[in-house]
């Protein structure tokens, strides 16, 4: 069973930086692919990216390439999003999620974290 939390977030000015962590509690984090996902107020949740079970593949949204780089450490079970030149459009409610593909579309993703605030003021 795959047990997400996420931790990170928290209020930054606009260029400032960030780093998310989504840590698994199970026994089985290094066999799924993780994504990570934004939902921002009235909007629908949105993919921003994904990293192979092996770390070695990633992809990222047109919005963030660039400006995020997202990591994984198997024997901590947990994967990160290092956030940099944050804007205020970046505001939203970030979540990781596991998937047994390695996919950048939000329904083949099975587990989700609850998600952690990351608001950027202008």
């Not at 960030?18 to 698994?24: F, G, K």
């Not at 047109?62 to 940099?84: C, E, H, I, P, W």
């Amino acid at each position: 069973q795959v047990q997400l939390v996420e931790s990170g977030g928290g209020l930054v000015q606009a260029g400032g930086s960030l780093r998310l962590s989504c840590a698994d509690s199970g026994r089985t984090f290094s066999t799924y692919a993780m994504g990570w996902f934004r939902q921002a107020p009235g909007k629908e949740r949105e993919f921003v990216s994904t990293i192979s079970w092996s770390g070695i593949r990633t992809y990222y949204a047109d919005s963030v390439k660039g400006r995020f780089t997202t990591s994984r450490d198997n024997a901590k079970n947990t994967v990160y999003l290092q956030m940099n030149s944050l804007k205020p459009e970046d505001t939203a409610v970030y979540y990781c999620a596991a998937s047994r593909v390695h996919t950048t579309t939000r329904e083949s993703y099975d587990y989700w974290g609850q998600g952690t605030q990351v608001t950027v003021s202008s």
